[in-house]
């Protein structure tokens, strides 16, 4: 069991940069991969950047690709998301999940067994 806690939203300026945090408690969180994944009212989920359990791999949606940035800290518990140059279209919901072992096809959703609650940052132009 995984619980996942996101924090770092709030409202910055089109070009800024801002770090989300991911936090886990539970056992063996390093043996999960981890996803970000963002959400507008009405949309689907949207995928964002993901990192295997090992570190040894990351993920992006085009749309983030040269922008944001996935790492962790197992020693910590933490994934974090660099996100920098922000746009207005950055903004919304965005969510960690967590993927037993996982390390391929981490932009599905469905893959991930455990999700946060979800924090809010908006990206004023």
């Known amino acids: 069991q995984v619980q996942l806690a996101e924090s770092g939203g709030e409202l910055v300026q089109a070009g800024d940069s801002l770090t989300l945090s991911c936090a886990a408690s539970?056992?063996?969180?390093?043996?999960?991969?981890t996803g970000w994944f963002r959400q507008a009212p009405g949309k689907e989920r949207e995928f964002v950047a993901a990192?295997?359990?090992?570190?040894?791999?990351?993920f992006y949606a085009d749309s983030v690709k040269g922008r944001f940035a996935i790492s962790r800290d197992n020693a910590k518990n933490r994934v974090y998301l660099q996100m920098n140059s922000l746009k207005p279209e950055d903004t919304d919901v965005y969510y960690c999940?967590?993927?037993?072992?996982?390390?391929?096809?981490?932009?599905?959703?469905?893959?991930?067994?455990?999700w946060g609650q979800g924090t809010q940052f908006t990206v004023s132009s």
């Open positions: 999940a967590a993927d037993y072992l996982g390390s391929s096809r981490l932009s599905e959703p469905q893959k991930y067994e455990y």
């Open positions: 539970g056992r063996h969180f390093s043996f999960y991969a």
């Open positions: 990192i295997s359990y090992s570190g040894s791999n990351t």
